[in-house]
């Protein structure tokens, strides 16, 4: 690990500090969900500057070609008394100076450089190189050394993180009495001398007795430091976070522990407003500590739930309503339709919903928000309804780190390895409705960020999907199944949409090809779209321009995939046929009863999903009796030569 630049440095300074700035300890890998990762740099002098210097990251995979796969930039930053600079995730404790996300650094055999350059300089995929490199070190947990990423860097060494869970270690630098230089693996000492001397530190420990309240609760903040404090410890903590702040909460900010003491407390009352904010997230962090006092832990995280939370007028999934969302697609946006069939009607379906003059392809970023509010849970609009868990979940708890328990995030109804489409760069940035690409039948790509085919789903059940099929996969045992209609009607809309993808019997290893079309028909044609489905849909075609046809026209499947294939298709069953709109029909779903009020009925016809006529009624009062099995059907109302049309669940 030694680099003697000139002559005159190696004679003007020690052995051992021939470098401006070292790499001092290393943990990449603490715990084995890599929350509390972290690397510490040592200067020569403490208090000093790292502008100018960045830290980058090499990927020593097959894969990673040896080249940069993160960079972080220094400037405006300092070590400590110390002179050391802790850059690490928020698990870390004592607290870094500089905050990264969890599980970003790679745990090997990869490679981490500190150079005087700048970010600009080391695009993603550039090579490891040893210009204006200061100091490098390869490392990896237990992996065959990389000789070429030590080559590249001018290394000798390969170092290796030999901690566990149950024993965490970290890679940290020693100096001995003659200024010689070595590494070795032990307990992670972060912002602290790897050999204990050095300025003695005293964390301050934030802690509170649980993790969330309700509005209108009081609970106590704690203030512990490791060791008593000499002199009064005044300090103050900040509780604002986005549009949680002062006006939300009552109490002292402004501590003091005493001399001779190590705690304080201070009690924090939520005020409990009639505003629907949401659920909230307070922050609590320390805003003036001063050297040798340090947070031991920062930015503490407490939710807010707010009791103000609205309830649509529709059910969920699991107690579905129809009727009381109406779709909000243009007049005639189906039209052109009319009289085709077989591959006339396929065609003319993707020129509807692929059209590049009106259709928007959105950020695989921007679909956390449209998901927020097209998968809201009727019944709490705090929450995201969950996909196969059929239950809510509240919207603040989306995976952000390696932790899914708990959370959720976005699934991909055509999972991507089998449509073949991933994201890029650019799909990290939510930037908004406004801004979005033009896309087209041909944009395969954008199949990735497609809410159509997205869904807000618990992370871990992700997980336990993964790609697998339909009909391998069919839901978390114990549910009702409500979401398999949903998933049919969205990748039968992905084969629509996107050329190269296409929903096939059976269970394919071929890309482009998902199954299993059976199993998807029969789910589409036994849970039938509903409120929920519908708006979704909406929120949707507002962000995205199109609409997905198949939750607009069910009917549709059965003309491109079903039993009416060949048969020329017309809309005199769809929805838009409403011509006697003072009409309502209730209770929906029924038991088998429904009663009509308002414009007068001289016919009453009853149609399967398939277009069957099933039942006729021509005299009766103000109800009728259906008499019919549970299930999804058409109901069509006839007087004088105007007619309305409804789908009606009895269950």
Excluded: C
Excluded at 277 to 305: C, H, K, T, Y
Excluded at 494 to 522: C, H, K, S, W
Excluded at 534 to 559: A, C, G, K, T
Excluded at 582 to 601: A, E, F
């Amino acid at each position: 690990m030694h680099r003697i630049f000139t002559a005159l440095l190696f004679l003007v300074f020690n052995f051992s500090w021939t470098q401006i700035l070292v790499i001092n300890e290393f943990d990449p890998d603490s715990p084995s969900t890599d929350t509390a990762e972290f690397i510490e740099l040592k200067s020569q002098v403490p208090n000093f500057s790292t502008n100018g210097f960045i830290l980058v990251f090499f990927n020593g995979s097959t894969s990673g070609a040896d080249s940069s796969y993160m960079v972080i930039d220094l400037e405006g930053f300092q070590t400590d008394n110390n002179g050391l600079l802790v850059i690490g995730s928020e698990g870390v404790s004592p607290f870094p100076q500089l905050i990264i996300a969890e599980n970003v650094i790679q745990n090997g055999a990869d490679a981490v450089g500190i150079y005087q350059a700048n970010i600009t300089d080391f695009p993603e995929g550039t090579l490891a190189t040893q210009n204006n490199l200061i100091d490098a070190m390869v490392y990896g947990t237990n992996d065959a050394d990389d000789t070429v990423l030590l080559g590249l860097l001018g290394e000798t060494i390969q170092y290796n993180d030999n901690g566990t869970s149950a024993n965490p270690r970290s890679i940290q630098r020693f100096v001995d009495a003659m200024d010689n230089e070595s590494y070795a693996t032990a307990t992670p000492t972060p912002r602290r001398e790897n050999d204990g001397s050095g300025n003695a530190i005293n964390p301050v420990l934030i802690s509170v007795n649980d993790t969330q309240f309700n509005e209108g609760a009081t609970f106590d903040i704690t203030f512990t430091a490791e060791s008593n404090v000499t002199s009064d410890l005044n300090f103050t903590i900040n509780l604002d976070n986005f549009t949680f702040n002062t006006m939300d909460y009552t109490g002292n900010v402004n501590l003091t522990i005493a001399s001779g003491q190590n705690t304080t407390s201070t009690t924090i009352t939520i005020i409990d407003d009639a505003n629907d904010e949401g659920d909230e997230v307070m922050e609590i962090r320390f805003l003036n500590l001063v050297e040798p006092i340090v947070a031991s832990n920062n930015n503490v995280e407490v939710r807010v739930v707010d009791n103000d939370f609205t309830i649509a007028a529709w059910g969920t999934p699991v107690n579905p309503t129809t009727g009381i969302v109406q779709s909000t697609q243009p007049n005639g946006y189906y039209d052109s339709l009319d009289g085709l069939a077989d591959l006339a009607l396929r065609q003319a379906l993707q020129d509807i919903i692929a059209n590049p003059s009106t259709v928007r392809a959105q950020t695989y970023a921007d679909v956390i928000d449209i998901l927020k509010e097209a998968d809201q849970n009727p019944e709490n609009s705090n929450q995201v309804w969950l996909l196969y868990r059929e239950e809510g979940r509240a919207k603040l708890d989306l995976q952000t780190g390696s932790n899914n328990a708990g959370k959720w995030n976005r699934e991909h109804t055509f999972p991507r390895s089998r449509g073949g489409f991933d994201d890029i760069e650019a799909d990290e940035i939510a930037d908004g409705i406004d801004v979005f690409w033009t896309t087209k039948a041909d944009s395969l790509r954008h199949g990735n960020s497609d809410a159509h085919a997205l869904r807000a789903a618990d992370a871990a059940e992700n997980s336990t999907r993964g790609n697998q099929h339909y009909g391998q996969y069919v839901g978390p045992t114990g549910t009702l199944g409500s979401f398999r209609g949903d998933v049919a009607r969205s990748v039968l809309y992905m084969e629509i949409r996107y050329n190269g993808l296409e929903v096939v019997n059976g269970f394919p290893d071929t890309v482009g090809q998902l199954g299993d079309l059976a199993t998807l028909l029969d789910w589409h044609r036994n849970d039938p779209p509903d409120d929920f489905e519908m708006n979704r849909n909406n929120v949707i075609y507002n962000w995205q321009r199109n609409r997905n046809p198949f939750i607009d026209q069910p009917l549709l499947v059965e003309y491109i995939w079903g039993n009416n294939v060949g048969e020329l298709w017309d809309q005199s069953l769809s929805i838009e046929d409403n011509e006697l709109e003072n009409l309502v029909i209730y209770p929906n779903p029924t038991d088998g009863r429904i009663y009509l009020k308002g414009d007068s009925v001289v016919s009453l016809e009853v149609y399967s999903l398939q277009g069957k006529l099933l039942k006729r009624f021509d005299n009766f009062s103000n109800y009728v009796e259906l008499n019919l099995s549970s299930g999804l059907y058409i109901l069509k109302m006839i007087n004088e030569g105007k007619s309305y049309v409804q789908k009606l669940i009895v269950k």
